[in-house]
């Protein structure tokens, strides 16, 4: 059996606000994109130009409480997290499938703070929520009947 990893780490904007909803058995899942923009100089006109991946983010139950009430669009973050592949059928029955990121952790890069020695200080969900917060908890599994898709 081949050994494999799954970790995701990104710096981007939120390009909307966090959107949480429950599920029938009343799990909480917050959904958000995130804009991941990367500069490069342009060879012909020797310009700067960027282009920007749109990933598409989820985060379940205390994530998704903690997220929903403290991010926005427009805030700079910093995100840990899982690929996760979803597979579905729309109205219609055709098979649909999506890939993105089931964050683990963000960070607020616009609270950025700097101690006495120069290294920053970045307060994340993580610290932010309570003991027995998102870290805490076990991931949906796989096969969850609850999935809001």
Do not use: H
Not at 36 to 44: K, T
Not at 89 to 97: A, L, M, Q, T, V
Not at 127 to 139: I, M
């Amino acid at each position: 059996m081949a050994a494999s990893f799954n970790k995701v780490i990104l710096i981007g904007r939120l390009t909307r606000d966090p959107v949480m909803r429950s599920t029938p058995s009343g799990a909480k899942v917050t959904e958000f994109g995130l804009a991941v923009s990367e500069p490069y100089r342009d060879r012909q006109t020797n310009e700067w130009k960027e282009t920007t991946c749109f990933v598409d983010v989820v985060a379940w139950n205390r994530w998704a409480e903690a997220i929903q009430e403290r991010y926005k669009k427009g805030m700079p973050v910093m995100l840990e997290g899982k690929l996760q592949y979803d597979e579905w059928k729309n109205d219609k029955g055709e098979n649909r499938s999506k890939l993105r990121i089931r964050a683990e952790r963000v960070a607020n890069l616009a609270s950025f703070q700097r101690r006495e020695d120069g290294a920053p200080v970045v307060q994340t969900v993580a610290q932010t929520a309570p003991a027995e917060g998102p870290a805490d908890l076990p991931p949906p599994a796989a096969d969850d009947e609850d999935l809001p898709f």
